[in-house]
């Protein structure tokens, strides 16, 4: 990758020097990712802008600071919406990409870095449309929900509403367990994501749709909505449990299916 310092590991080079985790000062509880930057000529440097504390912040998003870049810290913002055609590919890209680590590592080991190199964006473009790491994979259950949404088959004539609800998300889980560490990282970052964090990624509007359209539910009422919330909870709850290794997968499917019965008999009928 242009511009980055040679890594060793062993005494072998390996291309990338390694993420070195250091505390921000002045905020006990922020953490921020750095690695180091091979710096060429100042005339071939890209125009930065001073930035607090003696920090220099270029065109590509990297913080730099002593020889060494840092790459922007997620902020307390709302992401940007990808509009055109080719910010929307970028958008894709790395939605894959995370997809992609968060299969292999597991949330807690991924860096940012990792996931925008191998999208091929700038850190700073990825950190524009995903402030933070809860943010992305937040983002990446919601567009998992929304394939899902397409792929699915509303109620059929003689059905129970339950039933149909319990079959998708029976198949849903099935498809999601497929790669266990990426269900944990997006379960684990959608309950730590703050209400309001992300209104445009919020996955549970998705679910909610998702639920009452296979309901053939059409005019949902606040009680309706109430009762999907609780049905989302509890799957959430379920899938949690069966990636833990508490339950089996044949436990996790048939707790589904008895909670669906119970918490969905009244979807679609007027309150009492």
Not at 218 to 231: E, M
Request: one cysteine or more; proline letters at 7%.
């Amino acid at each position: 990758m242009p511009g980055w310092a040679a890594g060793r590991h062993g005494g072998v080079d390996i291309g990338l020097a390694s993420p070195v985790v250091t505390r921000l000062p002045g905020d006990p509880n922020a953490w921020e990712d750095t690695a180091e930057r091979r710096a060429g000529p100042r005339s071939s440097r890209s125009p930065a802008a001073a930035a607090p504390g003696g920090r220099i912040v270029g065109e590509n998003g990297l913080i730099t600071r002593g020889g060494a870049a840092v790459p922007r810290v997620a902020e307390n913002r709302a992401p940007a919406t990808p509009s055109s055609p080719a910010q929307q590919e970028r958008y894709r890209r790395i939605l894959r990409a995370a997809a992609d680590h968060g299969a292999e590592h597991g949330l807690d080991r991924i860096q940012m870095l990792d996931v925008a190199r191998d999208a091929g964006v700038a850190i700073a473009t990825l950190y524009r449309y995903f402030p933070s790491k809860t943010i992305l994979f937040t983002a990446l259950l919601r567009s998992q929900i929304e394939q899902l949404d397409r792929m699915s088959v509303p109620v059929e004539p003689g059905q129970e509403p339950a039933e149909a609800v319990a079959r998708v998300l029976v198949d849903a889980a099935r498809r999601l367990l497929e790669r266990p560490r990426l269900a944990q990282a997006m379960l684990q970052s959608n309950n730590a994501t703050v209400a309001g964090e992300s209104p445009n990624m919020a996955a549970a509007v998705e679910f909610a749709e998702l639920i009452l359209r296979v309901a053939g539910v059409a005019d949902a009422s606040d009680h309706d909505r109430r009762l999907v919330r609780l049905i989302e909870q509890t799957w959430y709850g379920v899938l949690t449990s069966q990636l833990n290794g508490h339950i089996t997968a044949a436990e996790a499917e048939a707790d589904t299916v008895l909670a669906c019965r119970l918490l969905l008999a009244e979807l679609g009928r007027p309150a009492r």
